[in-house]
């Protein structure tokens, strides 16, 4: 079974601020996409970038890039010049196929303080 | 705006009580999910549909019974709840392909008396 896990809990950075996230997993497939959700005071969980496996190439989306790392099973994220309203909890998914539809392994997510 | 939308948004129930939590997406999306989400804990799977058919159930215990009548719609039929039971329902869709990515509602923030 798959696992993804976030070692940061909270993280608290000051506005236009670089910061990192991490995630780390595990699988033994060889292909497959993760992805990184934000769900802020709100509760809707959105999209905020994803990654496929076969790509070498960095996924970036604006502010928001990630440094995959395939060998050692790594996947942060870095917010760049960060902004109030990236104030929310963020999520690191493992995606696993399933027949017709798909499944999220979520880590256990850090909480982002970005403070004025 | 969301995409996927939740009805209600808020629900208080007692443990006697029979409610449904509503879920409708116009996004020609095949595949729709439930997930349960505890305070601060990331969202739990309970079940799949894909084709408006069952797919995955993830061993959740029967007073949660979900319904797909069609391809936009998605129930949760809730009877004789627990307050263990009050959480954040999310609902989800995707397309049926295993690369795209899942679009979340607002949720139904549930409270079992």
Redesign the interface.
Known sequence: AQTVTQSQPEMSVQEAETVTLSCTYDTSENNY?L?W?KQPP??????VI?Q?AYKQQNATENRFSVNFQKAAKSFSLKISDSQLGDTA?Y?CAF?E????????V????T?LTINP | DTEVTQTPKHLVMGMTNKKSLKCEQHMGHRAMYWYKQKAKKPPELMFVYSYEKLSINESVPSRFSPECPNSSLLNLHLHALQPEDSALYLCASSRATSNQPQHFGDGTRLSIL
């Open positions: 996409y992805f959700y709100s509760r809707q969980m959105i999209l994803r496929e909890m999520f995606m196929a399933i027949q017709g539809a798909q499944k999220l979520f880590g256990q997510g909480r």
